[in-house]
């Protein structure tokens, strides 16, 4: 399985971003999947994640109401849409399925 996150970038305090996240290898339909993030000097930590249906989703309660996680079971995609991003947002961030990780893609929040 190989996860290909993409999306990330420099956006300004308050602006909007979206990430994705394609998998292959393996149909993602019969999995929950998620995203987490690493900010520097800190450690991995979760951000959302959602069921293989789509029909439940869950976030941190840093970025509920911020963010939100979808998904495209026919491409096989994952989304995290992030909206009012802060600078405390800025980290690499990573997409996941079971055991699996994709390589991570760096959001800087940043005026």
């Known amino acids: 399985v190989q996860l290909q996150a993409s999306g990330g970038g420099l956006v300004q305090p308050g602006g909007s971003q979206r990430l994705s996240c394609v998998v292959s290898?393996?149909?993602?339909?019969?999995?929950?999947m998620g995203w987490f993030r690493q900010a520097p000097g800190k450690e991995r930590e979760f951000v959302a994640a959602i069921t293989r249906n789509g029909a439940i989703t869950y976030y941190a309660d840093s970025v509920t109401g911020r963010f939100t996680v979808d998904r495209d079971n026919i491409r096989r995609t994952l989304f995290l849409q992030m909206d009012s991003l802060k600078p405390e947002d800025t980290a690499v961030y990573y997409c996941?399925?079971?055991?699996?990780w994709g390589q991570g893609t760096l959001v800087t929040v940043s005026s």
């Open positions: 290898g393996r149909s993602s339909s019969n999995y929950a």
């Open positions: 996941n399925i079971l055991e699996f």
